[in-house]
C-alpha cells in the first residue's frame, strides 16, 4: 500500500481502474420490465432490479445528483465530515422519497428540478465563498435531501413498482441510490485528495488545494447549475 504512495502515476492508475470498475457495473442494468410484467418477479429479482436502477439512477443517469455529492465532499476532502453530510442527505431523501411514493406528498416537478439545481448552486457557492466547512452545513443538506427526495421519487413513479413488493423495492432502488452515492464519495476521495495531496507531499488540505482544486471546479458546477436552473424553469 505504502509502495503506491510513492508512485503517483501507479495510484492514479489504480484509483481510475476501480472508478471505471463501479462504472461498468452501473451498466449491468437491463431493461427494466414494464408495469404489468413487474408483478411476475419473485422478491430476490425485484431486490436485484432495483438496486441496480437506484444506482444507475446516479451513475450515469443523475448529472445533477453527482455533481451535488461532489460539492460536498470539495470543501473539506476528509471522509469523516463528507459521510456526515451524505448521512444527513440520505435521511432526508429517504423520508420525502418514501411520502411522495405513497402519495402523502404529491411534489410538482417543475418546482422540484429548478430546486435541486438550486441546492447544487448554492453549495457550489458556499465552496467558493466559504473557506472552511461550518456546521450549519450538515442542516442545509438536510433540507435540500428533501428536495432530491422528490426528484428521485419523481424518477421511481416512471419506473413503477411491483403491488407484490411495493416495500422492497422501494427500499432498494434507495439502497442503490446510496451505492452510487458512495461511489462518487470514494472515487472523489481517491482522486482530488489522495492523488493531490499526495503530490503536493502533504497528508493535509494545503492552500494550493483550495486555489486549485475547490475554487475552480466549484465555479464549474455552479455554472452548470445556474443554466440547468434557467433550462428548468423557462424551457420545459
Do not use: C
Request: proline share 6%; no cysteine; hydrophobic share 55%.
Amino acid at each position: 500500500m505504502y509502495n503506491n504512495f510513492n508512485n503517483p502515476k501507479a495510484f492514479a492508475t489504480k484509483a481510475l481502474g476501480i472508478f471505471i470498475l463501479f462504472f461498468l457495473m452501473s451498466q449491468l442494468v437491463f431493461a427494466h420490465p414494464a408495469p404489468g410484467e413487474l408483478n411476475k418477479l419473485s422478491k430476490t429479482e425485484v431486490s436485484y432490479l432495483y438496486v441496480l436502477l437506484g444506482y444507475k439512477h446516479i451513475l450515469p443517469w443523475g448529472i445533477d445528483h453527482i455533481l451535488f455529492v461532489l460539492s460536498l465532499f470539495l470543501l473539506s476532502p476528509k471522509l469523516k465530515p463528507v459521510l456526515w453530510q451524505a448521512t444527513a442527505f440520505t435521511v432526508a431523501h429517504t423520508i420525502t422519497l418514501g411520502l411522495s411514493v405513497y402519495k402523502i406528498i404529491v411534489p410538482p416537478t417543475a418546482i422540484v428540478e429548478p430546486v435541486i439545481s438550486l441546492s447544487i448552486l448554492y453549495v457550489a457557492l458556499e465552496n467558493i465563498f466559504s473557506p472552511t466547512l461550518k456546521k450549519s452545513r450538515i442542516g442545509i443538506v438536510f433540507l435540500f435531501g428533501l428536495i432530491h427526495g422528490m426528484g428521485f421519487a419523481s424518477a421511481l413513479s416512471e419506473i413503477g413498482l411491483p403491488q407484490n413488493a411495493y416495500f422492497t423495492s422501494l427500499i432498494m432502488f434507495n439502497v442503490g441510490v446510496e451505492l452510487g452515492q458512495l461511489t462518487i464519495i470514494v472515487a472523489a476521495w481517491l482522486f482530488f485528495r489522495k492523488l493531490f495531496l499526495l503530490v503536493a507531499k502533504q497528508i493535509t488540505p494545503t492552500p494550493d488545494y483550495r486555489k486549485y482544486i475547490v475554487v475552480p471546479i466549484s465555479a464549474i458546477i455552479a455554472v452548470i447549475a445556474v443554466y440547468w436552473t434557467i433550462e428548468r424553469i423557462f424551457f420545459r
